[in-house]
């Protein structure tokens, strides 16, 4: 039940058109998208203005041997320890640097290096001070994000991230809200770009998210499967007696039949067992009632790949055998030890 429904009110979606809505309503959805227009139009102007300052500037990012010491002071500060953050997150060291904090003994965190990714709409927060001097002391790069080419943060930076000029939204256009929109789009970008030049991949980002539905979605069957005696196998000549027992004392619900190197040659299950119902159904081998074209898949996978070949596919399955290039088998892996992880 919606938020809407427990108080009394229909959803948001049944309040129908603009025009059939009370005065009050249409002034206020008004004023909202004209806010998300403001704001939609300044990231539109943002990406057009991109151009060899940016590139300059990923290089730069690129070539660290450091860190990328992301401050701002105020709004701009909530903003770098996001960027920071995401930076991070993507694979290029990073950490968050308060500019009060670091006149009082942080900026010692800020080693050779390092490159500096400094944020202020107006270039003139005077907490900056004490790091764009710091920067400068030592040689640091200073990269800064900014709307005032002529600020005092610009002057000193050693290249400058143009904001460009676009009105706060709102009807009085004080409070910083699409300078900071820009601000976090431009670290996005940031963040993207240097990704995507490293060939930063989803294995890779999987090392940095190992908690919650994400760190789920990202873990792969080999982390996942069941291996050694576990795994349900047995040669081809194998009786349907036996093979019975064993799928029966596996609790996978199947049996894989491989050879002696342990390659993969089909899989007994269920529905192979009554199709082949017979009077002399125990007494067959295995590899004559066998599926030889099994559903498989590979150690590196995707748990969530996994969970959608067993549920997306027909027929539908609780198991996968897991197997490596050869088609060796490695391992099995249940539908409940996917869901156990919390995937979906």
Do not use: W, Y
């Not at 050779?112 to 709409?121: I, R």
């Not at 090392?207 to 040669?235: S, Y």
């Not at 590196?300 to 197997?323: G, Q, R």
């Amino acid at each position: 039940m919606s938020l809407s429904q427990t108080a009394g009110r229909p959803p948001a979606s049944s309040f129908g058109h603009l025009e059939d809505q009370p005065a009050a309503a249409r002034r206020d959805l008004a004023v909202a998208r004209d806010v998300l227009t403001t704001e939609a139009t300044a990231l539109t102007a943002l990406a057009d203005t991109l151009g060899a300052s940016f590139a300059a500037a990923i290089t730069l990012l690129r070539q660290a041997s450091g860190r990328v010491v992301v401050t701002g002071m105020g709004k701009s500060g909530h903003v770098a320890r996001k960027i920071a953050a995401t930076l991070a997150s993507t694979g290029t060291p990073a950490l968050f640097v308060h500019p009060a904090e670091a006149s009082h003994g942080d900026l010692g965190m800020i080693v050779a290096g390092d490159v500096v990714l400094a944020l202020s709409n107006s270039g003139e927060a005077a907490e900056l001070a004490d790091i764009v001097t710091h920067a400068r002391r030592f040689a640091l790069p200073l990269v800064a994000i900014t709307a005032r080419p002529d600020s005092t943060l610009a002057r000193a930076a050693t290249l400058v991230l143009l904001l460009p000029q676009a009105p706060e939204a709102g009807p009085i256009g004080l409070a910083p809200t699409t300078s900071t929109t820009m601000q976090m789009a431009l670290g996005d970008a940031l963040a993207v770009t240097l990704l995507a030049g490293r060939g930063f991949t989803a294995a890779d980002f999987s090392k940095f998210h190992p908690g919650g539905k994400l760190g789920a979605r990202l873990k792969r069957v080999r982390d996942l499967m069941h291996i050694g005696d576990a795994v349900p196998l047995a040669p081809p000549d194998t009786t349907m007696d036996r093979a019975i027992l064993l799928i029966t004392e596996k609790h996978f619900g199947c049996l894989g039949i491989v050879d002696d190197h342990r390659t993969l040659l089909g899989i007994i299950t269920d529905g192979d067992m009554r199709r082949a119902m017979a009077p002399d159904l125990l007494t067959l081998r295995a590899d004559l009632i066998m599926t030889r074209t099994p559903r498989v898949i590979g150690p590196d996978a995707l748990a969530e790949d996994a969970l959608h070949d067993m549920t997306a596919l027909e027929p539908k399955v609780m198991s996968l055998f897991v197997i490596d290039a050869e088609r060796h088998v490695v391992g099995i892996i249940h539908m409940h030890d996917v869901l156990r992880t919390g995937v979906v």
